[in-house]
């Protein structure tokens, strides 16, 4: 392929598009939908609910190289969506015909979201590689969607969809086998059951494998009366292959930069392998194996005993997949894009305007030392040289040194991969992607950065700082800035408590990131932790109006990455207005925060269904105001706040709970 230089477009279309007539013989992709928007709700009556249906994929005859299941779920049209954080699985139950074994092999593993708060127009989509399962997803499959829970299932649910996103080609690896391990809900700390009598060893062997491995679906749950266990207790498991330890790591996960947030429940809690509203990600491990000999798999928990009211358990499902050696020795893929990405899981991350991130693998049996990376854009295009140690069967992360700045609303990033370890890749079709991605918000030379401290300040630091994209950046208009410059900064224990921060921002045309992170991982507003108080992230232009606004429940850290263009480019205002209501849920005390763009005239009434309006008062000439209210008489309930203007009424729900 010939070289790409910048600003030479038509090299550029050339080499698109040898890309692409190479990829359309074995990179084309397929998508079957098992559940297409299926309204899903508990049975109380048994804590589960199960969604059965028989899907029909491609022939055997089709070979896969890839297959990335997407799992979205959305609110009902007409009911709220699902309220609790409930274990949802995706199993296949049988290949062939209703006749056919049941196989119960566990798909993949979510964790609904806590989505009271959510409305019809809400939706989030995960995706977790199952190619593992490839060669089973073929022809008539019985896949299920398990939904846990004893919520109400009258006014609540969810729509889900399964799609299964196959990509043809060859594997690279054959699989040959699977064989199901432990499987099943397993108790933890119960000495009239233990859980290491029943995660005993396994013994296996393959005469055609070269490689087995193990894939390990585990999350933790249960509140007991000891440590909390399993669900927020950190426990280490052991891997053992042939009596060695091969892997030790604690089965725990942070939550508090969730993608998706917030969310109506205590979202931010570090969980046993798992959050609310996320996908639960597998853990992978290959063992080399010897043909006619016989090997021993284990796992062991870190021992544990409640000597009161064991309750703890953990859900385990794991295979042992069999496979033959990689058939290509230099072999590399390009993964996904994550930065820039529209996707939900990279959300936090994006929209940027420097630095892209890509994710690889190495599919061949050779330690890959080094790739040719080619991205960018049409007619920005740019050349990486990666330098590093990627194992056989192993992935690793990318950043480019360039930037993401463009003119167009919309715009198209291009990455391809070339000569891993200086050979032709062997199999080139999954060598490139590319991503859609919106342009960075664009804001003025100058602007404020308006912020008030909760009541918990030590947590909190703050800074503004230039993107660096590996070289100094030019701007047609002659100007340049210095890669890395610091424009605000604000160190932890910089800040006082309860104290109203502005600063006034000069900035030249460039590319910039804002980051407001929080140690202890509750944002500047949980409702869980009303004793924390309530502080808010505002930046406005210089009349004042706002030109972003960040929720203040945001976990561990706020990024917002943004562009300064020339003194013509199109400035959006914010012109929604901003009534928060801190804590919503509370014994009737709580705090109204209202922002404006101009001053206006409005009336403030608080009412609920039974009671109708218990509180009204009106108010002149407001741009800004935050204030307490007290209701406390009143029962405990669901109750609204309404605060109506002469063109709007804007609602927000509280609940009272003594």
Same mark, same amino acid.
Request: overall charge negative; hydrophobic content about 35%.
């Given at each position: 392929?010939?070289?790409?230089?910048?600003?030479?477009?038509?090299?550029?279309?050339?080499?698109?598009?040898?890309?692409?007539?190479?990829?359309?013989?074995? &990179?084309?992709?397929?998508?079957?939908?098992?559940?297409?928007?299926?309204?899903?709700?508990?049975?109380?009556?048994?804590?589960?609910?199960?969604?059965?249906?028989?899907?029909?994929?491609?022939?055997?005859?089709?070979?896969?190289?890839?297959?990335?299941?997407?799992?979205?779920?959305?609110?009902?049209?007409?009911?709220?969506?699902?309220?609790?954080?409930?274990?949802?699985?995706?199993?296949?139950?049988?290949?062939?015909?209703?006749?056919?074994?049941?196989?119960?092999?566990?798909?993949?593993?979510?964790?609904?979201?806590?989505?009271?708060?959510?409305?019809?127009?809400?939706?989030?989509?995960?995706?977790?590689?199952?190619?593992?399962?490839?060669?089973?997803?073929?022809?008539?499959?019985?896949? @299920?969607?398990?939904?846990?829970?004893?919520?109400?299932?009258?006014?609540?649910?969810?729509?889900?969809?399964?799609?299964?996103?196959?990509?043809?080609?060859?594997?690279?690896?054959?699989?040959?086998?699977?064989?199901?391990?432990?499987?099943?809900?397993?108790?933890?700390?119960?000495?009239?059951?233990?859980?290491?009598?029943?995660?005993?060893?396994?013994?296996?062997?393959?005469?055609?494998?070269?490689?087995?491995?193990?894939?390990?679906?585990?999350?933790?749950?249960?509140?007991?009366?000891?440590?909390?266990?399993?669900?927020?207790?950190?426990?280490?498991?052991?891997?053992?292959?042939?009596?060695?330890?091969?892997?030790?790591?604690?089965?725990?996960?942070?939550?508090?930069?969730?993608?998706?947030?917030?969310?109506?429940?205590?979202?931010?809690?570090?969980?046993?392998?798992?959050?609310?509203?996320?996908?639960?990600?597998?853990?992978?491990?290959?063992?080399?194996?010897?043909? $006619?000999?016989?090997?021993?798999?284990?796992?062991?928990?870190?021992?544990?005993?409640?000597?009161?009211?064991?309750?703890?358990?953990?859900?385990?499902?794991?295979?042992?997949?069999?496979?033959?050696?990689?058939?290509?020795? $230099?072999?590399?893929?390009?993964?996904?894009?994550?930065?820039?990405?529209?996707?939900?899981?990279?959300?936090?991350?994006?929209?940027?305007?420097?630095?892209?991130?890509?994710?690889?693998?190495?599919?061949?049996?050779?330690?890959?030392?080094?790739?040719?990376?080619?991205? &960018?854009?049409?007619?920005?295009?740019?050349?990486?040289?990666?330098?590093?140690?990627?194992?056989?069967?192993?992935?690793?992360?990318?950043?480019?040194?360039?930037?993401?700045?463009?003119?167009?609303?919309?715009?198209?990033?291009?990455?391809?991969?070339?000569?891993?370890?200086?050979?032709?890749?062997?199999?080139?079709?999954?060598?490139?992607?590319?991503?859609?991605?919106?342009?960075?918000?664009?804001?003025?030379?100058?602007?404020?950065?308006?912020?008030?401290?909760?009541?918990?300040?030590?947590?909190?630091?703050?800074?503004?700082?230039?993107?660096?994209?590996?070289?100094?950046?030019?701007?047609?208009?002659?100007? +340049?800035?210095?890669?890395?410059?610091?424009?605000?900064?604000?160190?932890?224990?910089?800040?006082? +408590?309860?104290?109203?921060?502005?600063?006034?921002?000069?900035?030249?045309?460039?590319?910039?990131?804002?980051?407001?992170?929080?140690?202890?991982?509750?944002?500047?507003?949980?409702?869980?932790?009303?004793?924390?108080?309530?502080?808010?992230?505002?930046?406005?232009?210089?009349?004042?109006?706002?030109?972003?606004?960040?929720?203040?429940?945001?976990?561990?850290?706020?990024?917002?990455?943004?562009?300064?263009?020339?003194?013509?480019?199109?400035?959006?205002?914010?012109?929604?207005?901003?009534?928060?209501?801190?804590?919503?849920?509370?014994?009737?005390?709580?705090?109204?925060?209202?922002?404006?763009?101009?001053?206006?005239?409005?009336?403030?009434?608080?009412?609920?269904?039974?009671?109708?309006?218990?509180? @009204?008062? $009106?108010?002149?000439?407001?741009?800004?105001?935050?204030?307490?209210?007290?209701?406390?008489?009143?029962?405990?309930?669901?109750?609204?706040?309404?605060?109506?203007?002469?063109?709007?009424?804007?609602?927000?729900?509280?609940?009272?709970?003594?």
């Amino acid at each position: 392929m010939n070289q790409i230089t910048k600003n030479n477009c038509l090299i550029l279309l050339l080499i698109l598009l040898s890309v692409i007539s190479v990829s359309a013989k074995s &990179g084309d992709k397929i998508n079957i939908l098992s559940h297409d928007k299926e309204f899903v709700v508990t049975d109380p009556s048994r804590g589960f609910n199960t969604y059965t249906n028989w899907t029909h994929f491609p022939s055997d005859s089709i070979q896969y190289r890839k297959i990335i299941l997407n799992i979205t779920y959305e609110c009902p049209d007409s009911l709220h969506c699902g309220q609790w954080d409930y274990l949802d699985g995706i199993f296949l139950r049988r290949v062939g015909s209703q006749d056919s074994d049941s196989l119960n092999y566990e798909l993949a593993r979510t964790i609904s979201p806590y989505g009271w708060s959510f409305d019809s127009t809400w939706s989030f989509s995960w995706h977790v590689d199952v190619t593992d399962f490839g060669f089973l997803l073929h022809d008539s499959v019985e896949i @299920e969607f398990y939904h846990g829970g004893y919520e109400n299932k009258d006014d609540r649910g969810w729509l889900i969809t399964l799609d299964f996103e196959i990509t043809e080609g060859r594997p690279a690896m054959e699989c040959i086998g699977i064989d199901t391990l432990w499987s099943g809900k397993f108790p933890y700390g119960d000495t009239a059951n233990p859980i290491e009598e029943l995660l005993s060893p396994i013994e296996f062997s393959n005469d055609f494998a070269d490689i087995a491995r193990l894939r390990i679906h585990q999350t933790g749950h249960g509140m007991d009366d000891s440590a909390n266990c399993a669900e927020f207790c950190s426990k280490y498991r052991q891997v053992f292959f042939d009596d060695s330890l091969f892997n030790q790591r604690q089965i725990w996960r942070k939550c508090t930069d969730n993608p998706l947030y917030p969310q109506a429940g205590t979202w931010i809690f570090d969980r046993a392998n798992w959050c609310p509203g996320s996908v639960v990600f597998p853990d992978i491990y290959d063992f080399e194996i010897t043909k $006619n000999k016989k090997h021993i798999v284990n796992i062991d928990m870190e021992p544990y005993i409640n000597p009161n009211k064991p309750s703890a358990n953990y859900w385990i499902y794991s295979y042992l997949f069999y496979y033959k050696k990689p058939w290509a020795a $230099n072999d590399v893929s390009l993964e996904e894009i994550l930065i820039p990405s529209s996707e939900d899981v990279y959300s936090r991350i994006n929209p940027a305007c420097a630095n892209p991130e890509i994710l690889i693998k190495n599919n061949g049996s050779e330690t890959i030392k080094s790739i040719v990376i080619k991205y &960018g854009m049409v007619g920005e295009m740019n050349i990486h040289r990666w330098i590093g140690k990627l194992l056989p069967q192993q992935y690793t992360q990318v950043s480019l040194p360039t930037y993401l700045l463009t003119t167009q609303e919309l715009d198209t990033f291009y990455v391809n991969l070339e000569q891993p370890n200086n050979h032709d890749d062997a199999y080139s079709s999954d060598n490139y992607l590319k991503s859609e991605f919106a342009n960075p918000p664009t804001l003025p030379y100058s602007f404020i950065v308006s912020y008030k401290a909760n009541k918990e300040p030590n947590h909190n630091e703050l800074s503004l700082s230039q993107m660096g994209g590996g070289v100094d950046f030019k701007f047609n208009h002659g100007s +340049s800035i210095t890669v890395g410059e610091l424009y605000l900064e604000r160190p932890l224990g910089s800040l006082v +408590s309860d104290s109203i921060y502005r600063d006034t921002i000069y900035l030249v045309a460039g590319c910039y990131q804002f980051n407001f992170a929080d140690t202890s991982g509750d944002g500047l507003a949980l409702w869980f932790n009303p004793d924390g108080g309530y502080g808010y992230v505002r930046i406005l232009d210089m009349n004042e109006q706002l030109l972003k606004n960040f929720n203040s429940d945001f976990g561990s850290e706020v990024k917002f990455a943004f562009q300064v263009l020339d003194d013509d480019a199109e400035i959006q205002i914010d012109n929604d207005p901003i009534v928060q209501i801190f804590p919503p849920r509370n014994n009737g005390q709580f705090e109204v925060d209202l922002f404006f763009n101009d001053s206006r005239d409005f009336r403030l009434e608080i009412n609920s269904d039974s009671l109708g309006i218990i509180y @009204e008062k $009106n108010y002149q000439a407001v741009k800004e105001l935050y204030f307490p209210i007290d209701i406390s008489s009143q029962p405990d309930g669901t109750y609204y706040l309404n605060l109506v203007t002469a063109d709007t009424t804007i609602s927000r729900k509280i609940r009272i709970k003594h």
